[in-house]
């Protein structure tokens, strides 16, 4: 059963009451992102993460009765920052030197450079022919400490803040029990702070870096 009307919508109050504005207030808040449907659920996101902090407040959660709200807040606001920085990087600065050398790394590609009757080994292996050359880099296999530092070459994301946004990135693949357990990680309230409070200077160093170069 869930709780009585009166309670619920005390809870609900002290959950709304304080934050800066309602659900269109955070989908505006990103305004760098002209994608409709990525700005609606970076700011869902957002608001969320806002939401379930202060209903953490509410029931006064403690000790391991903590940790979902946490671990919750870690996972939105780490997602905000790859999904922004991942539009910024392929959808306005796809062209971009910096863009175009993140995503390209060298490989070996075999050719044709010996006749089909020639055949060299060398300690007693098969010899291939092959070009040492550039290659396109996937998007989803350069590491996101890759992508920040690339976002702070081009300037909108600030120095100073690079590497907090790097640890709540991390922070959120503790999502995987397992690997929480192997790397003895614990998910503490001055991460979720963390990650909340990179949000506004973040955002605001986006749409000024925006507005002087366009």
């Not at 600030?158 to 990680?185: C, F, G, S």
């Amino acid at each position: 059963m869930s709780l009585e009307k009166e309670l619920r919508d005390q809870i609900q109050s002290y959950c709304t009451k304080d934050l800066p504005g309602d659900l269109d207030w955070h989908i505006q808040k990103f305004a760098c992102i002209d994608n409709m449907e990525l700005k609606e659920r970076l700011g869902r996101a957002f608001y969320s993460a806002r939401y379930m902090s202060k209903l953490m407040e509410a029931l006064y959660a403690k000790d391991n009765e903590l940790h979902p709200f946490l671990k919750f807040q870690v996972m939105q606001y780490a997602s905000i920052y790859e999904a922004v920085i991942s539009y910024l990087l392929w959808d306005k600065f796809t062209e971009h030197p910096e863009v175009i050398a993140l995503q390209t790394h060298k490989a070996y590609k075999p050719v044709s450079a010996l006749g089909a009757s020639t055949s060299v080994t060398y300690d007693g292996e098969q010899v291939y022919t092959c070009l040492y050359k550039d290659s396109k880099t996937p998007k989803n296999s350069i590491p996101f400490s890759d992508k920040v530092d690339c976002c702070v070459r081009i300037g909108f994301i600030e120095e100073k803040y690079a590497e907090d946004i790097k640890k709540v990135y991390m922070l959120r693949n503790l999502a995987h029990i397992e690997t929480e357990a192997k790397k003895q990680i614990e998910i503490e309230i001055e991460h979720s702070k963390l990650g909340y409070w990179r949000i506004q200077p973040f955002l605001e160093k986006i749409d000024s870096f925006l507005n002087e170069t366009e």
